[in-house]
T-cell receptor, first 112, second 114 residues
Framework: DQQVKQNSPSLSVQEGRISILNCDYT??????FLWYKKYPAEGPTFLIS?????DKNEDGRFTVFLNKSAKHLSLHIVPSQPGDSAVYFC???????????FGAGTTVTVRA | KAGVTQTPRYLIKTRGQQVTLSCSPI?????VSWYQQTPGQGLQFLFE???????NKGNFPGRFSGRQFSNSRSEMNVSTLELGDSALYLC?????????????FGPGTRLTVT
């Protein structure tokens, strides 16, 4: 039962443009959401997170938006850079559940 | 501060054997979690430990077990290996005692079962 879904397996974007990655969830108990970036042969790297009491969190080029009523979150990367080419995972957790539920990932390719 | 370390990085085992993977968390982190990543199932939660106690366990058979030591280092064991156990096993650590938190991952151990 996939509680976190990333419906776009891949995204191609031109360098300098905006990358928008989407994520949907079904579990209403989730109250904390995270984005991770993963290069081949490495572990996921934490990028940015957002609590359910907020609807936006920004960190440099990365902004995460949360729409609780739609159970939807998105990650915006502006501007996209070649080093951003990686697999991006959306993850969610419920309070005191002590685990992350991950989406299937979206492979981002930034074209020069 | 050093990151999460996992040993070994690569492992090849035969069906029916058992394997032990090791994880050292970031200094000061007392929560350690394990995940399995496969192409078909993505990242799946195995278990989480805090202060040597398992607080949550994923939906995996009893062949998968783990433990945590008093220095927060953790090991996971897979007995009677099956071909389907071939995967990247990731360890993550966190400094949070409870509530929502970020987990920081190690590079993983690539297990191949032949």
């Amino acid at each position: 039962d996939q509680q976190v879904k990333q419906n776009s397996p891949s995204l191609s974007v031109q360098e300098g443009r905006i990358s928008i990655l989407n994520c949907d969830y079904t579990n209403s108990m989730f109250d904390y959401f995270l984005w991770y970036k993963k290069y081949p042969a490495e572990g996921p790297t934490f990028l940015i997170s957002i609590s359910s009491i907020k609807d936006k969190n920004e960190d440099g080029r990365f902004t995460v938006f949360l729409n609780k009523s739609a159970k939807h979150l998105s990650l915006h990367i502006v501007p996209s850079q070649p080093g951003d080419s990686a697999v991006y995972f959306c993850a969610a957790s419920a309070r005191d559940d002590y685990k992350l539920s991950f989406g299937a990932g979206t492979t981002v390719t930034v074209r020069a | 501060k050093a990151g999460v370390t996992q040993t070994p990085r690569y492992l090849i085992k035969t069906r029916g054997q058992q394997v032990t993977l090791s994880c050292s968390p970031i200094s000061g982190h007392r929560s350690v979690s394990w995940y399995q990543q496969t192409p078909g199932q993505g990242l799946q939660f195995l278990f989480e430990y805090f202060s040597e106690t398992q607080r949550n366990k994923g939906n995996f058979p009893g062949r998968f077990s783990g433990r945590q030591f008093s220095n927060s280092r953790s090991e996971m064991n897979v007995s009677t290996l099956e071909l389907g156990d071939s995967a990247l096993y990731l360890c993550a650590s966190s400094s949070q005692v409870s509530g929502p938190y970020e987990q920081y991952f190690g590079p993983g151990t690539r297990l191949t079962v032949t």
